[in-house]
């Protein structure tokens, strides 16, 4: 069954950090781009962070220089590591595979949230 799960959300002030993983279920993990999206109450889901299957990774402006995507091939895993977070951070945040095909059904997603 394919399948993601998304952990590692709480409550965080402003400034905090904390490390999101994703594990994924399906075949062929280590040649699939892998991203992490976020959706906060009254909006679509954005885009976050992507890493390639060769490890390039790219960052919505908004997070670029606090989020680092990373990824371990043997444990079908992707992470974000986030740092000094700010308010606007808060959302749900999901993790999925954008190019396989069929994309594999989004999971539970996990919720960040930044408040003091």
């Known amino acids: 069954q394919v399948q993601l799960v998304e952990s590692g959300g709480g409550l965080v002030q402003p400034g905090g950090s904390l490390r999101l993983s994703c594990v994924a279920s399906?075949?062929?993990?280590?040649?699939?781009?892998m991203s992490w999206y976020r959706q906060a109450p009254g909006n679509q889901r954005e885009l976050v962070a992507t890493?390639?299957?060769?490890?390039?990774?790219n960052y919505h402006e908004s997070v670029k220089g606090r989020f680092t995507i990373s990824r371990d091939n043997a444990k079908k895993t992707v992470a974000l590591q986030m740092n000094s977070l700010k308010p606007e951070d808060t959302a749900v945040y999901y993790c999925?595979?954008?190019?396989?095909?069929?994309?594999?059904?989004w999971g539970q997603g996990t919720q960040v949230t930044v408040s003091s």
């Open positions: 399906f075949n062929g993990f280590s040649t699939y781009t």
């Open positions: 890493i390639t299957s060769g490890g390039s990774t």
């Open positions: 999925n595979a954008p190019f396989r095909r069929p994309q594999p059904p």
